[in-house]
């Protein structure tokens, strides 16, 4: 039986910690705030509750095989599941309006037929066959395996990529990019570019820089499906928490940890305000770039400030107290994409001011949890943004609230009709999520995808013995599913007791 501290209780934490328990290992967790979760968190006021993270649920498969391998209970004993249907709601600059199907993509393919005009859903299709072609390919390296001790290979992009013809043959090959995608496969038509980018503008990849291979993530929610998890998200990192409980993980929260203790050669412990805590081995579910940025610990050969990433994206949300019911045939998600994507694009690579009217996530769930009543409804709104205080401060008086005011403006320009319903909000930036996660500038995790090599994200075992890496900034990458994937292959890569 190992010792082991696992830095950090938020999902990947408390995943690992629940798995490593089970294997037989002694666990302790510890947070640096006063609760589990990480960017899972909830808000709560007056009867209302809020998502203050993700939404929903992709690739629900990783929290089952998670709940049958710490404990007989399946999922869906622990939290009531239910998919999305319709998956979400589109609306266009120009008018158009394009409802899709959770979990068929031949639903899909008729709802753009409708929408954009025959060909829509033929030209959709064949793209989301080649997202299909990269998952097949990608599916173990990039989500169930260690990342290989020589990750070459995975720089190479396995989109199937048209042959070149005439005089393009005789040019050097240019990688294809998430919107050479779009322009070639998809006639450059704007919404279907739109619909392509819209699930990695989520993280901040964008079309211009995107791996053509990003059209797996569209691909794996219209073919696996997306899920909502009654009561909200938090109900999930909930029942993940109950589940460490069971298995007697020890959680010291308000607990930061200030350094990891290296003796000879390995991983010892870890330094706390509280004192030292000894382990055989350490897992940081902690933003690995913070990590080592902060130099909590040191990656050999690595200066700290090599840490700092570039271009951060973070998240901007607006939690809104509604009076008055919600409107029959509301759906849960609704999008509404940006009036300028250039503008949009610009504003998270160029160091700009945010975009005024960005591509805006709007969550409308019908959960009678998170409203103190059926006269009520809660929402929330979600934007990309600049992270980095050289690009925007957020904290400057007024600014945030004055951009809260952009984002209701631009959703209601669209149709939804919801200033004027507002009792109360509450505006969150990427700030917050700094204070409450410890995210280096509060940015997002991206998912790591194949064809962005060198810019993969850290291995899951690191070069310094007995220190391992888990979280939106290990392998594989942000999204739940990932961090779950990257407790899982870090449980596997230790093993059992």
Known sequence: MAKIVVIGAGMSGLAAASRLATLGHRVTVCEASGTYGGMVGRYERDGFAFDTGPGLLSLPAVY?????????????????????????????????????????????????DAAFGAGSGARWSEVMNHG??????????????????????????????????????????????????????????????ALLGEPALRYGLLPGQAPAGAAVLPYMEQSFGVWYVRGGLRALADAVYRRCELRKVEFRFDTPVTRVVVENGRAAGVETADGRIDADLVISAMDTRALFHHGIAEWPGVPAEDWEPYEVPGRFSVLLALRGPRPEGTVHRTVVHAADPAAEENALTLSEPPCERPTVQVHRPDDPALRPDDAH??????????????????????????????????????????????????????????????????????????????GLNAANESPVPGLYLIGGNAHPGGGLARVGMSACVTAGLIGPA
């Not at 399946?74 to 309006?97: I, K, M």
């Not at 925007?392 to 669209?414: C, E, I, K, N, S």
């Not at 009709?417 to 999520?433: A, Y």
């Open 377 to 454: 409804e809660s929402v929330v709104l979600t934007a990309t943004v600049p992270a980095q205080e050289e690009d925007v401060d957020w904290t400057a008086p007024g600014f945030a609230d004055r951009y809260a005011d952009r984002l209701l403006a631009h959703v209601d320009a669209a149709g939804l009709g919801l200033r004027e319903r507002v009792l109360w909000r509450v505006v969150r930036t990427p700030e917050d999520t700094r204070r409450e996660t410890g995210a280096l500038f509060g940015s997002v995790a991206r998912p790591v995808l194949a064809g962005s090599y060198p």
């Open 64 to 112: 089952r095989d998670l709940a049958l391998k710490t404990g007989k209970e399946p999922l869906e004993q622990l939290v009531e599941l239910a998919p999305v249907d319709p998956e979400s709601r589109h609306l266009f600059p120009d008018g158009t309006a394009v409802t899709l199907p959770n979990a068929s993509r031949g639903g899909v393919s008729q709802a753009l």
């Open 132 to 193: 299909r072609t990269v998952w097949e390919a990608t599916r173990r390296p990039l989500l169930e395996e260690p990342l290989p001790a020589e990750p070459e290979f995975l720089g190479t992009d396995p989109y199937p990529v048209p042959p070149r013809t005439g005089l393009a043959r005789l040019g050097r090959p240019r990688p294809w990019t998430l919107d050479m995608v779009a322009r070639r496969q998809l006639g450059g038509h704007p919404g279907l570019t």
